[in-house]
């Protein structure tokens, strides 16, 4: 069967694709049909849904219009998960893979490195980061890879050690690959399946964490994001509820979305443990 | 014996981590905008160039680096957390006193959400290929994808603004005066909303782990032979493979259980629980660097201990792994 038939087969995974292309196709619709800044006072302020044509889902506080802001948001809250996702990805993976390879001492030492990462408290680690960093679209993408590369480092450290002993990487060092290559080009190719299945987790919950820190107020002040737009309608949630109602929708599509891609990923590129679970 | 000795050494393990973190955490007052000597004093922005230079000589900034590492890190050894200026008091007695709220609410969801994700995830197991089983699984992901302080918000709005059947804010009713028996049964009012919402994510995760645990522990042989014997499906469940798959789900439930520290920065900003989750967002919003690190420092000890915790309920569980240690 090809990739996309066993993804296919999942059909909550189908599910997921189609709604994180459309949020895709909004993000990048957002500067056509909204090309002024989502910041801009537009109207009134406190417009209920469809109150006035044009502001179908109303406007803010301040009189911004919510669906200009939801359409940008979108775009934000896709590029910090994916950034900060490779990010953790380049951290992670090379410590994994040294670790996994080597063994020993240098197996030791950088595993009580990642360990001590783990034991920290994740969410509280990245306030702390941010808040020191000053928010910042660079610095959210910071402080998230930092606390979400250690599961990446556990996973490909595990895979190489059972990869480094296989035929054909003896077969490699037997023919005088150096080191370097074998990582490279023998081992880690071999475990980019599971890693791929747990990126897209990852992006998921980068674009949580991003919206959690942005709801504390610490998201970047130049860019609209979900995360904001719900914290900054909290005080006023009595009066207008849906304020804070449709960019929690927006997340929770986008989360959902990613997880069921993330688990038909699984089922397309691992066939045999799909097979066992079902 | 052996009991008295893993208690030591995982201790020591606990002191190693959190003076890495005290470590860390001097050099993250290094790495903050503006002077030190400002931070300190909690003032982030202008002020009198004499009175900070007092501040420096007072707090030793004028020393090297190391001479100022090592006074913080004999400060904390003996529990000076510093001044919270905004405040007005020291950072150890602020977080002291809103301990005990943290510690209620997470406790509280930690075991809530246990309990029902072992219930949920033990039923999605039992109807794996059922849409009942399936129903249950689509719920868990949907929890698990909701954000958190989303939920929070929008409990408020359904059950105590247009339902009206639960506190929305605090912890109990100002001014009401409660006193024993009433005052908690009016805590745990105010309880309700922020524990369930907090606990539903948590929830999600449990209800995942025990129904992978438990398919793996049906593949079993001896569940095999319990089957063979002719015992009913139910009892098997319960009797042969719950019990199995409980124990890597204690350990993972340690594991996340730290995370609920975060969440709970969100549920108690949200629902105004006075604990060290709000304290933090405070400090957050007052830029009080000196509570925020005092905070975080606390939050790491909590999940460090609650990982003790678990790892000696696991091996009380499991006495395997104390033969194998």
Do not use: C
Not at chain 1, 17 to 28: K, N, P, Q
Not at chain 2, 194 to 213: C, E, G, N, V
């Amino acid at each position: 069967m090809s990739f996309f038939a066993r993804f296919a087969q999942n059909r909550g995974a189908l599910v997921g694709l189609f709604i994180l292309l459309a949020i895709i196709a909004m993000a990048m619709l957002a500067p056509f049909l909204y090309p002024e800044s989502p910041w801009r006072m537009v109207q009134r302020p406190f417009l209920a849904p469809m109150e006035v044509d044009g502001f179908w889902l109303g406007t803010d506080t301040m009189g911004r219009d919510v669906a200009a802001g939801l359409m940008h948001g979108a775009w934000v809250s896709l590029l910090i998960g994916l950034v900060s996702t490779s990010v953790a990805l380049l951290i992670g993976v090379p410590l994994g893979a040294v670790a996994g390879y080597y063994g020993g001492l240098i197996d030791d030492a950088l595993m009580r490195f990642t360990e001590f990462f783990q034991t920290i408290p994740n969410f509280a680690l990245a306030i702390v980061l941010v808040a020191i960093m000053q928010p910042s679209v660079t610095s959210i993408v910071l402080a998230i890879a930092i606390v979400s590369w250690p599961p990446v480092a556990r996973l490909v450290r595990a895979e190489f050690m059972s990869l480094r002993h296989r035929e054909y990487v003896e077969a490699a060092r037997l023919v005088g690959q150096t080191n370097r290559t074998i990582i490279l080009r023998q081992i880690l190719p071999n475990t980019l399946s599971p890693i791929i299945v747990l990126a897209s987790l990852m992006v998921a919950t980068a674009i949580l964490l991003e919206s959690a820190l942005s709801f504390l107020g610490l998201g970047d002040p130049n860019v609209m994001s979900w995360g904001y737009m719900i914290g900054a309608a909290r005080t006023v949630i009595r009066q207008a509820w849906w304020l804070s109602f449709f960019p929690g929708v927006a997340i929770l599509l986008t989360v959902l979305a990613l997880n069921l891609v993330g688990e038909g990923l699984d089922d397309a590129l691992n066939p045999k443990l799909a097979r066992e679970r079902s | 014996m052996l009991y008295a000795r893993l208690i030591v050494m995982r201790l020591l393990k606990a002191v190693v981590v959190l003076f890495l973190i005290v470590i860390f955490n001097f050099f993250l007052i290094q790495m903050a905008p503006g002077d030190p000597a400002a931070i300190l004093a909690g003032e982030a922005g202008a002020t009198d160039e004499e009175f900070l230079r007092q501040l420096r000589e007072r707090f030793g900034l004028d020393q090297p680096i190391y001479v100022q590492l090592w006074r913080y890190v004999s400060g904390i050894a003996m529990l000076d957390f510093g001044w919270s200026y905004r405040q007005g008091m020291p950072v150890l007695d602020l977080i002291l006193a809103r301990l005990p709220a943290t510690l209620l609410l997470t406790g509280t969801a930690f075991v809530l959400s246990l309990a029902l994700g072992i219930v949920a995830g033990s039923m999605a197991a039992a109807r794996v290929k059922k849409p009942s089983g399936s129903i249950i699984m689509a719920l868990a992901l949907l929890f698990y994808a909701t954000p958190l302080f989303w939920v929070a918000l929008m409990a408020v709005v359904l059950f105590s603004v247009f339902l009206g059947w639960l506190p929305a804010y605090g912890m109990y009713t100002v001014g009401a005066g409660h006193t024993g028996f009433a005052l908690v049964l009016d805590v745990a009012k105010h309880l309700i909303l922020p524990a369930t919402t907090l606990a539903l994510f948590f929830m999600a995760i449990y209800t995942r782990m025990t129904r992978a645990s438990m398919l793996e522990a049906s593949q079993q042989d001896y569940v095999k032979t319990a089957r063979a014997k002719g015992l009913a499906p139910g009892v098997i469940q319960r009797r042969h493979i719950l019990r199995n798959a409980l124990l890597p789900i204690i350990t993972l439930a340690g594991l996340q259980a730290g995370q609920m520290v975060g969440g709970a920065i969100l549920t108690e900003t949200v629902f105004a629980w006075p604990g060290i989750g709000r304290l933090m967002f405070e400090a957050l919003q007052q830029r009080d660097y000196n509570l925020l690190l005092g905070i975080f420092f606390f939050s790491a000890a909590l999940v460090i201990v609650f990982n003790i915790i678990t790892d000696l309920v696991y091996r009380l569980a499991d006495p395997r792994i104390k033969e194998a240690s």
